[in-house]
């Protein structure tokens, strides 16, 4: 539990200096990590707010950060089968490293689950408002290219979850189509054509590879079928 | 639209998908669905760092060696941490030059 929030309060502090070199006031940064509690979908919020993307585009691209969370989620239905009201709780904290954490002990109960995950949120809000209050000391955010800090973190979120050729093949083919929809299309566009584009590639690589399961989350969805 | 209400916008959205998972959890998705989705993550963060990269047309050597520089250092140590301070170092370093 200790290495994630060592992992989640940096973030946390990065997330909210870009937060605040993209324009968002204090109070919404904050506001942002306590209902949306996710690091890639906030940080691709606030880039894509400061490249000037239209709103409908930038929730799309935070739900399709997040589209490993219906993953994870049908993984730990299976194996815990909750309660309607249990589902709807567990729902609020549910992400990897939650379940990650939950899976690798020795039995996956709910109440490790909501543990983890709350024990996350806790570390992400903090992080969060310890990045504000250092925020003072950067005056210029955009002059010292505090901006770089986004796409340096979803780097550090990306590269561990290139453990396959198929996930490689999909990071790839999506970096080679952002060149080319960014020629004609506005960022918001070429970020979820590159993203849908990617996906299938990878998922062409896998099947014709005939390799089993590249992530986490497909691998314990995998487990708890059978 | 304000900003609050985007923020709102984007909590429902992945709530909804956080519970989703939950909901559909009794019944079964079609396997050629999972196998898409489980690649949606990776390639989605690809494609953000390559706009972010684009987004800064007149930086964009210094910008790409420094994501290398992070990159080479993630790897070494494992720490996603090392990755952000490392190429931010890289970054400063390289704009001076």
Known sequence: MLPLWIGAIPVGIAYAASARAAGLSAGETQFMSLTVFSAAAQLSAVSLLASGT???????????????????G????RRIRPSLPARLLAACFLTDAAYGVTAAGKRF????????GASMYLAWNTGTALGLAAGGVFPS????????VAPLTFLAVLLPLVRTRAALCAA???????????????????????????SVAGAG???????TAAGAPA??????QT | MSAIWIILTMAVAVYALRLSGFLLASGSLARGGENVLQFVPVATLSALIVSGLAARPAEGTPRLLALLAGALAARRSGAALLCI?????????????
């Open chain 1, 172 to 198: 790839l083919s999506a970096a080679a189509v952002t060149v080319l929809l960014l020629k004609i299309a506005p960022g918001g566009v070429a970020v979820l054509g590159a993203g849908f584009a990617g």
């Open chain 1, 74 to 77: 049908l993984a730990a239905g």
């Open chain 1, 109 to 116: 109960t709910l109440a490790g689950l909501l543990g983890a």
């Open chain 1, 219 to 224: 691998a314990a969805a995998t487990e708890a």
């Open chain 1, 205 to 211: 690589w896998q099947r014709r590879g005939g390799q």
């Open chain 1, 141 to 148: 955010g955009r002059r010292l290219g505090l901006d770089f």
């Open chain 1, 54 to 72: 239209s709103a409908p585009l930038l929730v799309a691209t935070a739900a399709a950060l997040n589209v490993q969370a219906l993953l994870l």
């Open chain 2, 85 to 97: 301070l490392g190429g931010m170092a890289a970054y400063w370093l390289l704009r001076l030059l």
